[in-house]
């Protein structure tokens, strides 16, 4: 039977040789294919833009659907898809502002000096940090990483009086 060539963007397979793959890969289908499932990554904003730049469709104004589907030139987007659609652009917006706002805040020359002087500074106790007994560090985990839900374990801070280990463990 031969060796068979997949398209993943068309969902569908033919025999593989150059000349069956090359017809397919410059063939109209497979462009429109590729265009839609690419278009499915876009941000909002250029969403957005796009749609506006376009006109509305007149057939699925009319009837509410359209012979072109995805592949129509003009917008099938309704007046309510664009308001919700300009408020997420505007929150991407604001969290976009916020986080830059938090990086610039803390240059990396802050950052090494207040961490030279909490790893120079002697602990509450008043006697000098040993190796083995160090003193309860301030957390350096930007507080927008926190926020986010169902982190791993790896990126999760170590609870403030350190990890629980029995005497009595077995290993193996």
């Not at 909002?44 to 009837?63: G, N, S």
């Not at 589907?69 to 099938?76: D, K, M, T, V, Y």
């Not at 957390?139 to 927008?144: C, K, T």
Request: overall charge neutral; proline content about 7%.
């Amino acid at each position: 039977m031969g060796k068979r060539y997949y398209c993943d963007y068309c969902d569908r397979s033919f025999q593989d040789n150059m000349h069956n793959r090359k017809k397919h890969l410059n063939g109209v289908q497979h462009h429109r294919a590729k265009k839609a499932w690419f278009d499915n990554f876009k941000d909002p904003k250029a969403i957005l833009i796009d749609e506006q730049a376009k006109k509305m469709c007149r057939k699925f104004l009319q009837k509410g659907i359209c012979d072109f589907g995805p592949n129509c030139r003009f917008s099938h987007m309704s007046e309510e898809d664009f308001l919700n659609l300009k408020r997420q652009v505007e929150v991407e917006n604001s969290q976009r502002h916020f986080e830059d706002k938090i990086l610039s805040d803390r240059s990396i020359d802050d950052w090494l000096s207040k961490r030279e002087r909490r790893l120079n500074a002697p602990c509450s106790k008043g006697d000098l940090k040993t190796e083995v007994e160090e003193c309860p560090e301030e957390s350096d985990i930007p507080p927008q990483l926190l926020t986010i839900p169902d982190l791993p374990p790896s990126l999760l801070p170590p609870p403030v009086n350190g990890w629980k280990v029995s005497v009595h463990t077995e290993w193996g």
